[in-house]
């Protein structure tokens, strides 16, 4: 058997390429992407897809194809007219600053997104090509959204994970995106979705929801066919590899050569990547206002700011540039001396080992972006200080600040908040040693080993149960439907979950009428049943055809082909009216769109037409208060499809289907239909004495309970009139 392979897609390679004139030359990639995904790849070797950074003419392929095979590298080329568009526009001028809520930075063009989507399918393409039947997939942050469904629109059915590493911002600030559709059309064909934090994720499914018409599920959405786990999995760093480096001999001379060059000051350390979402120019502000403020300071502490060039092609960041520079000389003009600068610039890329003596020498890590998925570098910070503790000020719109409790957190745009934090963990650590070993516990728990194992565990999961051994519903040639052409007495229980009966509160009123003619028509040829939610009435006006069996409301009552209704439970709701009404009432009043309606024997709360985010939250508190309501009462609550309903006990499909089968023993062949939601105990509900006989299906390949399934609606419609087809030549 063949050892799952790890394939990586992430827009960079862990090398870029620059031509000089000796020839090509390869320098490591920058980031946090890159940094984490070496570590992970130190104990879970992978096949790594990216671009080198850089255009390469067509004649150097093939060497260079060679040369990054030989470290596990395979070089997506990018066309150099797509370059430009792909990396400087739509990756930094459109996604990065929207996903991290800048939407006054974000550029729409439509260039860029022709060539983004040109760059995707490069990969898609390539990895197609390459990935073997039992490998996973896992495309990596915003560069590479559409990755996961042009793979799927390839055939690629591998267990496919996406990891973003940015912020993914509130869907007000999402919907602003032009191509919103497809970017969450692209991640959604990945089995797993995450994100560093669980507000993202959060973020995310409500998108979804309100620009695609996705459904909530448990764990995430699902959109058309299609189940995506959604979930917050914090990426992690390698702190054995970091307290390794502290004792390298460069990290040791780093710190060695601080501490003499500082000796008597405090050191306050800066490190990012220089991107504007990490306020490097809200953290000169508030250090400049500390030494204002502050006078004590001046000359007792020095900010050493490590800031390594990043994206230095796009305006933003050059005007960026100018602002830091300019920062940095009045901070160094107004509080320096000859002797001294309290700001020591550094806009260089550092070595790991010695950005880790920088750790060791800070007495503070002070870091303060204006949004970051994560921040990697708090991380390092508390994980190269792991023996000797320190101080860690960071901005509460970090991922990180979720994950470290201990650190003293602040609000970057606040100068003030911030020049006073500084001040006072200057004066005592800001971080008790019990608060700094509740960080080093974390970092040392969540390594990068640990993201990725979790990650790949989950996604191996997730795609394990959605690729269950289902076939799709083909009654022409599947080794049952052979059965289905001769049977004499065929039985059809048909849930209405799949049937796409108009819902509660919807704007179309009837169902589909195709549906309804191939009703009559099975009718002639098979017993048939509806096994539905509604109420008697409604589906008598729906489904006129007397051949019709019904079962109405959950097995409330049942009139079969030909005959009466006939109830099965007695119960009204005008008692069940008494307890709950004033509180359904209160939620309509409270969730505009929503609306109350009661039946024969229950009743139901449905918010199709209300706002989604905020009806699926009203829906969570009704659903517990009923339930708290309902105690000791012969009633139970369900969630369903945008609707909270309460039922009197013993009223589900799954009785229906029980009862139906007792009652038609004798039937030779049967074909049980629902969707996973409403109608999944429908499937549960056949007993193994009749595996041999029966077909089950469902909606979307996402249940185990069920044999077979269907895309759409108008698949199954297919699949039935093809049935009813052999039946009338065979009559
Ligand atoms: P991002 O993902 O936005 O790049 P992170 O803070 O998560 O930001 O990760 C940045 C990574 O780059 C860290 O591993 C950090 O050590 C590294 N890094 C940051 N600044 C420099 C620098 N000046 N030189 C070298 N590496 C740096
Ligand atoms: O998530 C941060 C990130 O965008 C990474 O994807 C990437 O490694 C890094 O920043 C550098 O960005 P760029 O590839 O645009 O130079």
Redesign the pocket.
């Known amino acids: 058997m063949q050892t799952p392979g790890l394939i990586v897609a ?3 390679l862990p090398v870029s390429l620059t031509q000089r004139d000796a020839g090509w030359e390869a320098a490591p ?6 940094t984490a995904l070496l570590w992970v790849a130190r104990r879970r070797p992978f096949t790594w897809f990216g671009w080198p ?1 850089t255009y390469v003419p067509d004649s150097d392929h093939a060497q260079l194809r060679a040369e990054l095979d030989k470290h596990g590298s395979k070089p997506v080329f990018i066309r150099q007219t797509d370059i430009e568009g792909f ?1 400087q526009s739509f ?2 001028q459109t996604l ?1 600053p929207l996903f991290h809520g800048r939407i006054e930075r974000t550029r729409f063009d439509a260039g860029g997104w022709h060539s983004y989507r040109a760059v995707n399918d490069a990969f898609a393409e390539a990895i197609a090509a390459s990935a073997q039947p039992a490998d996973v997939i896992w495309v ?4 590479l959204t559409l990755l996961p469904a042009l793979l799927r629109q390839r055939g690629v059915t591998n267990p496919v994970g996406f990891f973003m ?2 912020p993914f911002p509130a869907p007000e600030t999402y919907r602003a995106l032009p191509q919103r559709e497809p970017v969450l059309e692209g991640m959604l064909g990945a089995d797993l979705v995450a994100f560093n934090a669980h507000e993202y994720a959060a973020n995310f499914r409500s998108a979804a929801v309100r620009v695609l018409g996705a459904e909530f599920t448990h764990e995430g959405v699902r959109f058309g066919a299609r189940q995506t786990r959604v979930a917050a999995l914090p990426i992690g760093i390698d702190p054995e590899k970091i307290a390794e480096m502290g004792e390298s001999r460069e990290a040791r001379q780093e710190l060695a050569s601080l501490q003499v060059t500082y000796a008597g000051l405090k050191i306050i350390v800066g490190v990012d ?1 220089f ?1 504007y979402t990490k306020g490097i120019v809200e953290k000169l502000r508030a250090f400049e206002q500390l030494l204002e403020t502050y006078p004590r300071w001046r000359h007792r502490v020095v900010l050493i700011q490590v800031a390594a060039p ?2 230095m092609t796009v305006s933003d960041y050059q005007h960026l540039k100018r602002e830091v520079d300019e920062l940095v000389g009045r901070i160094n003009g107004r509080y320096g001396t000859s002797s001294f600068m309290p700001v020591v610039y550094v806009n260089q890329s550092v070595s790991p080992a010695r950005l880790t003596g920088l750790y060791r020498a800070a007495d503070i890590a002070l870091i303060t972006p204006v949004r970051d ?1 994560m921040n990697l570098v708090a991380l390092e910070y508390v994980a190269a200080r792991a023996e000797r503790g320190g101080t860690l000020i960071l901005s509460e719109f970090t991922g990180a600040a979720h994950c470290l409790p201990g650190a003293r957190l602040v609000n970057p745009y606040n100068t003030d908040e911030v020049a006073a934090a500084l001040a006072e963990c200057l004066e005592r650590p800001g971080t008790s040693p019990e608060q700094f070993r509740s960080m080093v516990r974390f970092v040392s728990e969540n390594t990068a080993t640990w993201w990725s194992g979790h990650f790949l565990g989950q996604l191996e999961q997730t795609a394990g149960e959605s690729r269950h051994p289902t076939a799709r519903l083909r009654l022409g040639t599947m080794p049952l439907a052979g059965m289905a052409h001769k049977a004499r007495r065929p039985l059809l229980l048909l849930g209405d979950g799949l049937l796409h009966l108009p819902a509660p509160g919807s704007a179309e009123g009837r169902p589909d009428p195709r549906l309804v003619r191939l009703l009559t028509d099975l009718a002639s040829f098979a017993t048939t049943y509806v096994v539905s939610g509604h109420t008697g009435e409604t589906l008598e006006e729906w489904f006129t055809d007397p051949r019709v069996g019904l079962v109405s409301e959950h097995n409330l009552a049942t009139r079969p082909p030909g005959g009466t209704w006939q109830p099965h439970v007695l119960a009204s709701s005008s008692s069940l009216k008494d307890l709950v009404d004033p509180l359904l009432r209160e939620f309509v009043r409270l969730t505009p769109g929503s609306a109350v309606e009661y039946r024969a024997a229950g009743a139901l709360w449905h918010f199709r037409s209300a706002e989604p985010d905020h009806a699926h939250l009203q829906a969570r508190e009704l659903l517990m208060l009923l339930e708290e309501q309902l105690k000791g009462q012969p009633y139970t609550v369900h969630r369903g499809k945008r609707t909270v309903e309460i039922r009197p006990e013993g009223l589900s499909k799954r009785h229906a289907v029980t009862r139906l089968l007792d009652q038609y023993a004798d039937a030779d062949w049967l074909l049980v239909v629902g969707d996973e939601t409403t109608d999944e105990p429908m499937c549960e509900a056949v007993p193994a004495s009749w595996r041999d006989r029966t077909v089950t299906c469902a909606m979307g390949a996402q249940t185990p309970l069920a044999t077979t399934w269907v895309e759409s609606l108008t698949e199954l419609l297919d699949e039935l009139e093809g049935l009813v087809q052999a039946w009338r030549r065979r009559s």
């Open positions: 992430s827009a960079r990639s920058l980031g946090g992407l890159v950074g990396h990756s930094n990065w990596h942050d915003f560069q590493h940015t990547r991107d990043s994206r998925g």
